[in-house]
C-alpha cells in the first residue's frame, strides 16, 4: 500500500518561501499522477497543484506563478516549491497519488504558517 509522508512545512513571514517534500513508499510513484493540497483552519481541503506521470503540471489559481510542483521519480519524491508566500497559504499541505482514480491514503500533513 502507498503510503505518504509529507515534510517541510514551518513558519515563514510573507513574501518568503518554503520547500515542501513528499516521499512515497510502498509502490514507485512512477505511474502516479501526484499532487498537492492543503485544508485552512475551518475550511474544505482544496487542491493546489497537479503534476502528470509524463511531468505535465497544473495549477490552482491562486497559487500560479508563485508554487512550482515537481518530481523526482527516482527519490520517489514529489516537491513543492513555495514562493513569495502569503499570510492566506497559511494551511496543512498535502500530498495525494493518484491512478486510474483512485487516490492513496492521505498522510499526516505538514503545517505551513505565514505571517504578516
Known amino acids: 500500500q502507498v503510503q505518504l509522508v509529507e515534510s517541510g512545512g514551518g513558519l515563514v513571514q510573507a513574501g518568503g518561501s518554503l520547500r515542501l517534500s513528499c516521499a512515497v513508499s510502498g509502490s514507485s510513484i512512477t505511474i502516479y499522477r501526484m499532487g498537492w493540497y492543503r485544508q485552512a483552519p475551518g475550511k474544505q481541503r482544496e487542491w493546489v497543484a497537479g503534476?502528470?506521470?509524463?511531468?505535465?503540471?497544473n495549477y490552482a489559481d491562486s497559487v500560479k506563478g508563485r508554487f512550482t510542483i515537481s518530481r523526482d521519480n527516482a527519490k520517489n519524491t514529489v516537491y513543492l516549491q513555495m514562493n513569495s508566500l502569503k499570510p492566506e497559504d497559511t494551511a496543512v499541505y498535502y500530498c495525494s497519488a493518484e491512478f486510474g482514480g483512485r487516490y492513496s491514503p492521505w498522510g499526516q500533513g505538514t503545517q505551513v504558517i505565514v505571517s504578516s
Open positions: 503534476i502528470t506521470s509524463g511531468g505535465m503540471t
